[in-house]
Nanobody
Framework: QVQLVESGGGLVQAGDSLRLSCAAS????????MGWFRQAPGKEREFVAA????????YYVDSVKGRFTISRDNAKNTVYLQMNNLKPEDTAVYYC???????????????WGQGTQVTVSS
């Protein structure tokens, strides 16, 4: 069982930066690929980024490439999402999730956090 707790969301202006954190419980954190998803009001949950267990591989949705960076610190059981040059269309609830294998598909993730709100004003 893995429990995930996100933090770091907030209200920012367009062009600002935020760093989201996701702290995981358990001693097997490095065996899980981690992903970030987001869901805007009235929209389906969308894949944002994923990282392999030891951080050697990453995936990003095209809309965030060059602006967002996913990373992890296995010693701290934490995954991060550094978000730069934020845009109003990045406004959403951001969720972290854990899966046995890297994926862009939400149903392949076994564990989810409660989400953290990111609001970007124009």
């Amino acid at each position: 069982q893995v429990q995930l707790v996100e933090s770091g969301g907030g209200l920012v202006q367009a062009g600002d930066s935020l760093r989201l954190s996701c702290a995981a419980s358990g001693r097997t954190f490095s065996t899980y690929a981690m992903g970030w998803f987001r869901q805007a009001p009235g929209k389906e949950r969308e894949f944002v980024a994923a990282i392999s267990g030891y951080g050697g591989r990453t995936y990003y949705v095209d809309s965030v490439k060059g602006r967002f960076t996913i990373s992890r610190d296995n010693a701290k059981n934490t995954v991060y999402l550094q978000m730069n040059n934020l845009k109003p269309e990045d406004t959403a609830v951001y969720y972290c999730a854990a899966a046995r294998m890297m994926s862009r598909v939400s149903r392949e993730y076994d564990y989810w956090g409660q989400g953290t709100q990111v609001t970007v004003s124009s």
